[in-house]
Each structure stands twice: as structure tokens, then as C-alpha cells.
Nanobody, 124 residues
């Protein structure tokens, strides 16, 4: 089970941090990703942290502003979001991929477990 927290309302330029706490699973054994879905749009990849070496990968739209990280002692993955923009408004989801691919996937359908989603709303 993946339990999300954080998010909420922010103004453009603000920062927010999302958390994704795993129970019954060890986050370091999975590639852990973040996705978002805006109204009327498809779910989109945001970031992923690899179970192998903790390598991180980002969508171009958030590169340099968002940071994904993992705290193995807390079994939690984070998404630090800085310099927020109105276009970042969406429901954000964390997800875990249990496959053993060498490179983390950006394809949402390949993830096995999902958090409940959390709303992030950024006003201009």
C-alpha cells in the first residue's frame, strides 16, 4: 500500500513536498515514480527513482524544479516541487514498479501499485 500526503494550494513560485509512504513493501526494492493528471488530460510521467543506485529521471516539464528522493529508513519517497507554476496543477500519484528492468520506465501502465492521489493547485 502506498499512502500519499502533502500537496494542497500554492501560489506560483512556491514550493510543496509530496510524500509517499509504503507499507508492506520496501521502496528500495522498487522503481518508484511520480505521475500527474490534470483535468481532461491523460496521466503523465513526472519523475522516477531507480531501485538500482537511486538514479533519477525527470520529465522535461519539471526538470530543474522538481526533485524525487527516497528515505529508506522511513520507507518513503518524496517529490519536492519548487518554482511551482499554474500548469503544475493536477492530481499527483506515486507508483511502484516491481519489474526488474535495468532502466526505470516512464510508462504508467507498467507500474503495479499506486497511491491514492493528492491534489496540487497552483494559482497565478
Amino acid at each position: 500500500q502506498l499512502a500519499q500526503s502533502g500537496g494542497g494550494l500554492a501560489q506560483a513560485g512556491d514550493s510543496l513536498r509530496l510524500s509517499c509512504a509504503a507499507s508492506g513493501r520496501t521502496v528500495s526494492n522498487y522503481d518508484m515514480g511520480w505521475f500527474r493528471q490534470a483535468p481532461g488530460e491523460e496521466r503523465k510521467f513526472i519523475a522516477v527513482i531507480s531501485r538500482i543506485g537511486g538514479g533519477t529521471y525527470y520529465a522535461d516539464s519539471v526538470k530543474g524544479r522538481f526533485t524525487i528522493s527516497r528515505d529508506n529508513t522511513k520507507n518513503t519517497v518524496y517529490l519536492q516541487m519548487n518554482s511551482l507554476k499554474p500548469e503544475d496543477t493536477a492530481v499527483y500519484y506515486c507508483a511502484a514498479d516491481r519489474s526488474l528492468g535495468a532502466i526505470p520506465t516512464r510508462i504508467g501502465s507498467r507500474y503495479d501499485y499506486w497511491g491514492q492521489g493528492t491534489q496540487v493547485t497552483v494559482s497565478s
